[in-house]
Structures are given as structure tokens and as C-alpha cells.
């Protein structure tokens, strides 16, 4: 999971109303505590009241309501997915977040911004989707960090059909981090300084920056900490289990930011939560290698399709879902 809170209101995209291949896609606008809200909405050919919704929430950082980034991220793995899932009958918005690209102007800084307000804009999108269709309520998708702001929003069930939980971490935030840090042999040499503001994050406490190596800064900067501290604060898996709607969680083997066992750790929190593992699936949902260079780069190929089999998963189990715990 990528922790990095980069601003990139400066680098704000405009994005086509206009369809995209062979799926109905329009604009559309959530009116969010601090601003209006932007992003996409596909759908199938007719949408009734009882066509299943679901709202596509990003990963961290700046990632894009495609799924893309400017970090080099070009996969452009949630427009695929909500074009797949029109194929299927499913209607769906990808969403700017707040103080990004389109939805820049409803945050004066995206920052200072911590996990209750993302939670709180999935709710305004929420409200937004169901006056758009017509539905009863509304499925939260969240990939990756957005698995763990579709959790917090579940804190407030109503309106929420069920959870479906891509790539999602299962153990807190810090926790990822440090796992992170150590698996890369090149972190040796600031390895030891990483761990030690990791720890003082994790405890719920700012860290001094001052004479930090460089290479550090982009992940422990001043002003994301607040932000790092309320987001290591929450145990997904504790979340999962005080939730009492359908949860599906799907996980790709070859994932290299979050593991199975993650994802087997939200599945165990309580009975019925449904797993789906994607043999040889990556982080941006696409056949991937273990080796960390080929996987890699299909981070960056936006020619790759999505993986066989994660759309049906989810349409499936949108038209269809276990009763509730």
C-alpha cells in the first residue's frame, strides 16, 4: 500500500463526459461537507431502481478515478473495471477524491484531510448515486486504502448494500509499512531510521523531521502525519468484524503491496465474509509475475486488460450477495 499523501490539486485533469468504447458514461457531481465532489458514471444501457450500484473508491495518494497517478501509474484499472461491470448489468461511479484533480477545489488542502472525511464523502456520494438511479442503497468498492475508507464509511451502514474489499490491507497501517520497508534491500542503509518514525506514528505520535535523510521525507513529511497517525490508528480486520453487511474480498497472489495473508485475515474477522483469491493477479488487478520488475511494470501498461475473472466476482456477487451477518 502506497502511504505517500502527495498534493496533486497543481496537476488537476480534465476528464470527457462522453462515452468511453461501447459504455454509457457521464459526469457526475456529489455535493461533499466542503465542496462539490467530481468523477464518472457507467452504466448499462437501461438502469432501473433494482440495478446494482457501485461506487469505486481510490487508493492512496493521488491516485485518479481511473485508477492512474502521477506517481507512474497508468493501468487505469477502475476505468476497466466499471466498463466491465456495465457489460455485466452493474451501474458505477469512480470518483476524483477530495482536493484531487477535478474535486481540487472542495479541499484547501488534501493534506490535512484524515480517513472520517473520505468516509464522509463516500456518504455524500452515496447520496448522490441513489438520487441518479433510484436504488435502495449502494455498494462501496475500495481498493487498496480505499478498502480501509470503505470500512470507516461503513461505520454508518445505512444506505450501504456491502463491502467489496480489492487488495485490501488486513493488519494496520503501520504495520504494511514496516513490512514494506524491510523487504526492500536497498532501504538497509535508513532502514533503522524509517522503522523509528514508523513506531512513533504508529503510537500515535508526531515525529521530528529535522535531519531526516532526504529519501525519507516524501513519506514522513510534516505535514501527511497527522494524516499517517489517524490512518495506522485503524485495524481493518476489527472493522470488518463489526460490520454486519455482505463483504467480499478479492486478492491477487502476485500482489506485491498486499498478500494473501491480508486478505485471509479479513475473510477470518467473522463468519460469512466471502474470499475470492486471484491466482497470479497483481496490486492494479492485472496477470502479473511474481519477479518484482515485470510486475512492475505493468503498473505503467495501459494496454494490459484486466485480469479474467474480477468483474465476474463482483457482478456476481452485487446481484446476488449472502444474507447479512
Known sequence: MNLLKTLAAAAALAFATAACG??????????????????????????????????ILPGSGPTDRDGNSPLGIRAAPYRMLAEGLAAQGVASARIDKRGLFASAGAAADADHLVMADYAADAHAWIAALKQRTGASCVWLLGHSEGGLIALVAAKDPHDICGLILVSTPGRPAGDILREQLKANPANAPILDEALRAVDALAAGHRYNTTGMTPALLPLFRDSIQDFLIDEMSYDPAHLVATYAGPVLVLQGTTDLQVSVADAERLAAARPGVRLVKLDGVNHVLKVAPAERSANAALYADPFAPLAPGIVDAIAAFVKAPPRAN
Do not use: C, M
Not at 467530481?38 to 450500484?53: C, E, H, N, Y
Open 22 to 55: 461501447a459504455t454509457p458514461e457521464a459526469g457526475i457531481e456529489a455535493h461533499g461537507p466542503s465542496g462539490i465532489l467530481k468523477g464518472t458514471f457507467a452504466a448499462p444501457d437501461s438502469v432501473t431502481a433494482t440495478t446494482p450500484v457501485v461506487l
